[in-house]
């Protein structure tokens, strides 16, 4: 028999230390094969973020470089433009790209920066031990919001994608899930797609993915993939946010 | 069997999606434990795989290969 499914030549045989069930994992493959397909390990230079995903650069087999928490797209503005043939990629939960690293974002989003943005929206603060992130659904309980989080006290969850599909420097973003195998599938593609819009200098492009926390929403790994379907993408609806990819780049 | 998957136990955390996916039921957590104190996944005895990969693409461990004839 012909093997068909194997391990990404830019995923090191290294045992993840996520939790079980994590969507960090599930995106991690993700990304190794869109590298591997479009053929970029040698180009491809990631940026770990503060967060679960602290030491992504156990997994990659590309280079990395991690950043402060927030502070990726402002780190990728400078490898870009110091390294415009590399393809940059940071990785970025909502705590990280939603909390502490918006101006960051926004900004980098806004001057048009030709790099690439994988955002794990999680919905909490995952690391740290599941308090209120930006993304928290209304009613949904952390640490910090015990008896769910209410509009009046916390605020509304934040739509970033949509905020930065406002921006005329976003060429291209996308919400994906990683909860069941037609999202996998749709998530895959739109990461590849992604890496090519840089690839073809089109600008900035990002992938929201909807990554399910099993451990921090207190739920077991195959509930906690229901969630993601039945509530939080009614909150965050998966699909495409902005395409201009087909656009010529602005000069 | 038109397919197969070889299963790493010692990657598998027991998070059980893959389990839920197999349209033949063919996933099972094993009665032993691995390293890590997890069930590890095995194919049944009586396994019917078609190789169709959904096993393998929601595992987050990537603890799973599939073959096909
Ligand atoms: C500058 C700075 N402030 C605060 C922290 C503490 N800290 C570490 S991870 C984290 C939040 C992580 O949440 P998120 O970005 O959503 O990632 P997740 O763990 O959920 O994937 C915080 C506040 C830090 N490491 N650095
Ligand atoms: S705490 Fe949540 S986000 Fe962090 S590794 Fe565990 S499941 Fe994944
Ligand atoms: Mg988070």
Redesign the pocket.
């Known amino acids: 028999m012909k093997n068909i499914f194997s391990r990404p030549k830019s995923l090191k045989k290294a045992a993840f230390h996520y939790c079980a069930g994590c969507g960090?994992s599930i995106t991690h493959r993700l990304i190794a094969e869109a590298i591997d397909e479009l053929g970029i390990q040698d180009r491809a230079i990631g940026i770990p973020?503060?967060?679960?995903?602290?030491i992504a650069y156990n997994y990659f087999d590309v280079d990395m470089l991690e950043a402060?928490?927030?502070r990726g797209c402002a780190v990728a503005t400078g490898m870009k433009r110091v390294l415009p043939d590399r393809i940059i990629f940071s990785y970025?939960?909502?705590?990280?790209?939603?909390?502490?690293g918006t101006a960051e974002t926004m900004h980098a989003a806004n001057r048009g920066e030709n790099i690439t943005v994988i955002f794990?929206?999680?919905a909490?603060?995952?690391?740290?031990g599941g308090?209120m992130?930006p993304?928290t659904l209304l009613g949904q309980v952390s640490t910090t919001t015990p008896p769910g989080r209410s509009a009046l006290l916390d605020g509304h969850p934040i739509h970033l994608s949509e905020i930065l599909g406002q921006l005329p420097g976003t060429r291209y973003i996308e919400r994906c899930a990683v909860n069941s195998p037609a999202n996998i599938t749709r998530a895959k593609r739109a990461i590849k797609k992604a890496f090519k819009c840089q690839m073809d200098g089109a600008g900035f492009s990002l992938v929201e993915i909807l990554?399910q926390?099993p451990t921090?929403w207190k739920m077991t790994p195959v509930n906690a993939c229901r969630w993601v379907t039945e509530t939080m993408a009614k909150e965050f609806p998966l699909g495409v946010i902005k395409d201009l990819k087909a656009q010529a780049p602005t000069s | 069997m038109k397919g197969t998957i070889k299963i790493d136990g010692e990657f598998c955390k027991e998070c059980l999606l893959c389990t839920t996916v197999c349209k033949n039921q063919n996933l099972r957590p094993a009665a032993e434990l691995n390293s890590k104190g997890f069930h590890p996944i095995e194919l049944k005895e009586d396994a019917d795989c078609n190789g169709c990969a959904l096993c393998a693409v929601v595992c987050p461990e990537v603890a799973i290969e599939v073959y096909r004839e």
């Open positions: 960090h973020p503060a967060g679960c995903a602290v402060p928490h927030g970025q939960g909502d705590g990280d790209l939603a909390a502490i794990i929206n999680n909490v603060y995952g690391m740290t308090q992130a993304t990554s926390c921090n």
